[in-house]
């Protein structure tokens, strides 16, 4: 039973399309995060949510909208996608507020936009 | 605020080598400090932690790292590598102020037969 899970695993769009990754979490993890890992494999924070309510929000166009409907769910939305979207985006969770708290990753989705 | 750097990309040993991969930190509270491991098309997998107290933490897999203040240091390091510890290895560091853990650029380990 996968802890954290994405959906799709990989999405190929046109440039302009509005897409959304889904994050689901089964460990009753109160703290959901989005990453989104470049080319380079470099690691970025774009969101964190604990309890539904927004905490992290890192400088992020406002293309990208993230909803938490409840705690164990933390989708993304994008929106008019561009092709520097392109990147693989992870989605993890910890425990309480994270201070501390080592993160548990999904298996990524791979976006990419032509 | 929190940063980390790893030394070097890319590093290769011989199978049944010393694996040691390097990471400094900077942290201007007491760190928190992670390895993870990434295996290709794979999210990333925690190694270790180090949070407070024993300064040696020992991991998944055979992998250690040691926190040194003193050289704001998280070296990881394994005595003998294997075929499968092929992967990039990701440091990692967060503040006791904030919840977001911030990455290193990562280092691809290969093993050599």
């Known amino acids: 039973d996968t802890a954290v899970s994405q959906t799709p695993k990989y999405l190929v769009t046109q440039m302009g399309n509005d897409k959304s990754i889904k994050c689901e979490q089964n460990l009753g993890h109160d703290t959901m995060y989005w990453y989104k890992q470049d080319s380079k494999k470099f690691l970025k924070i774009m969101f964190s949510y604990n309890n539904k309510e927004l905490i992290i929000n890192e400088t992020v166009p406002n293309r990208f909208s993230p909803k938490s409907p409840d705690k164990a769910h933390l989708n993304l939305h994008i929106n008019s996608l561009e092709l520097g979207d392109s990147a693989v985006y992870f989605c993890?969770?910890?425990?309480?507020?994270?201070?501390?708290?080592?993160?548990?990753f999904g298996s990524g989705t791979r976006l990419t936009v032509v | 605020a929190q940063s980390v750097t790893q030394l070097g990309s890319h590093v290769s040993v011989s199978e049944g080598a010393l694996v040691l991969l390097r990471c400094n930190y900077s942290?201007?509270?007491?760190?928190?400090l992670f390895w993870y491991v990434q295996y290709p098309n794979q999210g990333l997998q925690l190694l270790l932690k180090y949070t407070t107290g024993a300064t040696l933490v020992k991991g998944i897999n055979g992998f250690e790292a040691e926190f040194k203040k003193s050289e704001t240091s998280f070296h990881l390091t394994k005595p003998s590598a294997h075929m499968s510890d092929a992967a990039e290895y990701f440091c990692?560091?967060?503040?006791?102020?904030?919840?977001?853990?911030?990455f290193g650029s990562g280092t691809r380990l290969s093993i050599r037969p």
């Open positions: 993890a969770s910890s425990p309480l507020d994270g201070v501390g708290q080592a993160y548990t």
């Open positions: 942290s201007s509270v007491p760190p928190y």
């Open positions: 990692a560091v967060s503040g006791s102020s904030a919840s977001k853990i911030i």
